[in-house]
């Protein structure tokens, strides 16, 4: 899983290096060209949630998964060959495509093993693809740039091929290795099969039975704590973005050249690998996930703030600035285990986890679009958006604190009235539905 996340960012962040290798110019980009090309990837990646939530409501998510990363590896592969900027677009979006199944995917893997206090730093483990792919993209930018530069093949070409080759490897693994359940998992003895799934019954988590429930469907959408995980997702994501497409651009554009700039946008992952593991093996001790997200958004709007008002001319602490914007990065990790715990019922943690990527990808096509080409390399509308949306993320998490404690006082007074329905594990039950179902915050 963490192999499959590492990837599909990287696969996202070579188009950021690939811009200061000479990408625009090769293929006669001009205007507003780039931004429209970071945006049909996440057009694509949202169009394609819902196709991709149905092949998870009827086929073993890890089968799901393996074949949508070999589609994209030969995706990028393709890359490679556009002269234009069309064929980028088009491309582009195809890959989009394929990697919306990544986030729905990887919940419904890591809920159908963990309890809700195991998962947490699970999805820290396999999120840190994410800081991983940052640090990686800039070693290969460098060694592409320090390649021969007599050839006709261009340094970004040989990225996306050398990038895409690997992704056909890691899809064989996860196709032929990665179990479809812990029923199935060959590495297990039929003990501790049983007893995982007591543990997972006991705790009120798993997924249940992977069977169509039209209730679970409707009931995800009313659920308000779905939309405002929605609007929180939106929100963490317009930054998360900026530091996907443009950092290395930005970093560019404090008068760095190309190597330099993909040199210093490194420390970027690092920052972001530690933000996610301190997060997430914190709530494992018992700090609230809540808090977390709230206490990753104060370095985040710092980092905003020099990033967007000290002057040019104060490298070193505007580059403190884009740094310290990656603490953004993690908190969308809490957002993935809040999603992944308080939804019961497959069909509804199917459609809840389809509707949080669908929330990545619009915050993704508005990240992009806050750069406009008349206002570089200054960019300052796009960093006052990031100030701006962190101020949202507090506000909307601690509703939802608000909303989960509720619930909670709610379910407490009426868990007497369903005693001996042992239904957790029933199909029809949902968390809304179940009495005796205890959020987690």
Not at 220 to 233: C, E, G, M, P
Not at 263 to 269: A, C, D, T, V, Y
Not at 308 to 330: C, E, H, M, Q, T
């Amino acid at each position: 899983m963490f192999l499959c996340y590492f990837l599909q960012f990287l696969d996202k962040v070579v188009i950021n290096y690939a811009n200061i290798l000479g990408l625009q110019k090769d293929l006669g980009m001009k205007g507003q060209n780039f931004q429209w090309v970071a945006t049909a990837f996440f057009i694509g990646y949202a169009v394609a949630e819902f196709p991709q939530g149905l092949l998870l409501q009827k086929f073993p998510p890890s089968k799901v998964l393996g074949f949508n990363v070999f589609c994209w590896g030969i995706t990028l592969c393709c890359t490679s060959a556009v002269h234009n900027f069309a064929g980028l677009a088009a491309i582009r979006t195809l890959l989009g495509c394929f990697e919306a199944v990544i986030t729905p995917s990887l919940i419904l893997i890591t809920t159908s093993w963990y309890t809700k206090k195991q998962s947490t730093p699970r999805y820290g483990i396999w999120y840190c693809g994410l800081g991983v792919g940052q640090f990686i993209g800039g070693l290969i930018s460098f060694a592409a740039q320090n390649g021969p530069k007599n050839v006709t093949f261009a340094g970004w070409r040989i990225m996306m091929i050398s990038v895409g080759v690997f992704n056909l490897i890691v899809a064989t693994l996860v196709i032929f290795y990665l179990p479809d359940s812990v029923a199935t998992a060959k590495f297990l003895t039929p003990n501790e099969k049983t007893f995982i799934a007591s543990t997972l019954a006991t705790d009120q988590s798993g997924n249940g039975k992977r069977v169509f429930k039209i209730a679970g469907l409707w009931e995800a959408l009313r659920d308000l704590q779905i939309w405002l995980l929605f609007v929180n997702t939106i929100l963490i994501g317009i930054p998360s973005g900026v530091i996907t497409t443009f950092s290395a651009t930005l970093i560019a554009g404090f008068g760095y050249n190309s190597k330099q700039g993909a040199l210093l946008n490194m420390p970027s992952g690092i920052i972001s690998i530690f933000a996610t593991i301190i997060c997430t093996f914190t709530v494992k001790r018992g700090i609230p996930r809540w808090m977390g997200i709230i206490a990753l958004m104060v370095p985040t709007m710092l980092g905003a703030g020099l990033m967007s008002f000290l002057p040019k001319s104060n490298r070193g602490g505007v580059l403190a600035g884009i740094y310290l914007i990656n603490f953004d990065v993690a908190p969308l990790v809490l957002v993935y285990a809040l999603i992944g715990s308080n939804t019961q019922g497959y069909t509804k943690k199917v459609v809840a986890t389809t509707m949080i990527a669908i929330a990545f990808s619009v915050a993704n096509i508005i990240g992009p679009q806050t750069f406009r080409t008349t206002e570089a390399p200054g960019y300052i509308s796009a960093k006052i958006t990031i100030f701006g949306v962190n101020g949202g993320c507090i506000a909307i998490t601690t509703l939802l604190r608000l909303l989960y404690g509720y619930r909670n006082a709610k379910n407490a007074k009426n868990a007497g009235v369903v005693e001996g329905l042992g239904g957790i594990d029933d199909e029809d039950l949902t968390d809304m539905t179940n009495p005796t179902f205890k959020y987690v915050y």
